[in-house]
Each structure stands twice: as C-alpha cells, then as structure tokens.
C-alpha cells in the first residue's frame, strides 16, 4: 500500500451510466492529481489540484468532472462516456505544487475502467 | 513546458545482464529526476531519484546518472531478475513532473 487509495479497482459501465472514482490520500500532501493511462500511450495529465483548488486542467472533456473536497480526497465524476475513455486512471499526491515538486509524486494503484 | 524523451520504448535482457535506459529533458532548471517502475496491475511506485547537484545515485542494483550539461540522465539496472520486468518511467520537473513515455523491460529467464 502507497497511502494512496483508489476505489474501484476495476470498473465497467454503459454509455450511460454515471459513475465516480475516488482517490484518498493519508501522506499529509496538498496536491493532488489525475492521470489517464491507456495501453501503449504515455501518462496523460488529466486535472491537478493544489490546497483544494484546481490550477490544472489539460483540456479534458467535460464528461470527466473533478472534486476535491478537502486536500486527503479527490473524486473523478463520469457520465456519457465514451468506449475511447477505458484505460487506467491513477490518482497521485505530492507535497503541493508552485514549487519544484522535490519529492516525486506518490502513486495509487488506479481504477481499470471500461466503457462498454 | 518541459519535454522528456525516454529511450528505448521496450527492452529485452537476459537475466544476469544490465540494462540502460535513457531520458533527456529540455528545461535546464530542472533540478528533480525521479524514476518509476510500474507493474502490472498496479500504480507506478518511485524506485530512485537524483537531484542537480550530485551526478550519481546508487541503491543496491540500481544505479541513476545525470548529465546536466548534456540535460540527459540514465537508469541502469546490474544482474537483472525476472521481478525487474516491468514498464519503468522517467521524469523531471519544472513546476510539476513531466513523464517519459515509458519503457517496458523484459527479463527472459
């Protein structure tokens, strides 16, 4: 366990369905972040959250929504997906962001999501 | 932003032999470089990482180089076993991390 948690590990949904991802983290970090991994591609920065505000989003479609109540959790909010949206998305903390990142971002183990 | 390149994009070895893998990065105030081994099923995880100020890091195995002046650093990885097989992952920093594009390593017994 990294002390980043993501729940499901795995999901399956219809088109339209609406669905939510959760990430938590218990590192005492201040930024967060979502990223989408799909086979034979690089990591994808998806939203980035700093103190719970959002200061990132990498023109990402709005049918994925972010949230971030507080700085241990961030959801990732689905609705009408799209069978190009299954891949893996991770969750990921740091220290907080406006600075050098020195210490590497720790990773949860993702949620496998896909879209039929 | 800052743009890595990770070479190469896959890597077959023989157990017992090394592997090199290489990144370069563009912004020279880059001063972070971790590297990220990720296996199957799960998240990538940090194995190692240098700083700008020391050229090399050594853990057990694993080995990272950094070149500032060229702006490219290495992981090397000596008497590699089949656990080694996995997708590894450079990056460096400007105000987040940038990811490589990964490389998976194949150990055949």
């Known amino acids: 366990e990294t002390g980043v948690t993501q729940t499901p590990r795995h999901l399956v949904m219809g088109m339209t369905n609406k669905k939510s991802l959760k990430c938590e983290q218990h590192l005492g970090h201040n930024a967060m972040y979502w990223y989408k991994q799909s086979a034979k591609k690089p990591l994808e920065l998806m939203f980035v959250y700093n103190f719970k505000e959002q200061t990132e989003n990498n023109s990402v479609p709005s049918r994925f929504s972010p949230e971030c109540p507080n700085s241990s959790h961030l959801f990732l909010h689905l609705h009408t997906l799209q069978p190009e949206d299954s891949a893996l998305y991770l969750c990921?903390?740091?220290?907080?962001?406006?600075?050098?990142?020195?210490?590497?971002?720790?990773f949860g183990s993702g949620t496998r999501l896909t879209v039929v | 932003g800052e743009n890595v390149e990770q070479h190469p994009s896959t890597l077959s070895v023989q157990e017992g032999d090394s592997a090199v893998i290489k990144c370069t990065y563009s912004?020279?105030?880059?001063?972070?470089f971790p590297w990220y081994k990720q296996e199957l099923g799960k998240g990538p995880q940090l194995i190692i990482d240098i700083r700008s100020n020391v050229g090399e890091k050594k853990d057990q195995r694993i080995a990272v180089t950094l070149n500032k002046t060229a702006k490219h650093f290495s992981l090397h990885i000596t008497e590699t076993q089949p656990e080694d097989s996995a997708v590894y992952f450079c990056a460096s920093n400007d105000y987040k991390l940038s990811f490589g594009a990964g490389t998976t390593v194949t150990v055949r017994a």
């Open positions: 990921a903390s740091s220290q907080a962001t406006g600075q050098p990142p020195n210490y590497g971002y720790t």
């Open positions: 912004d020279s105030a880059s001063n972070y």
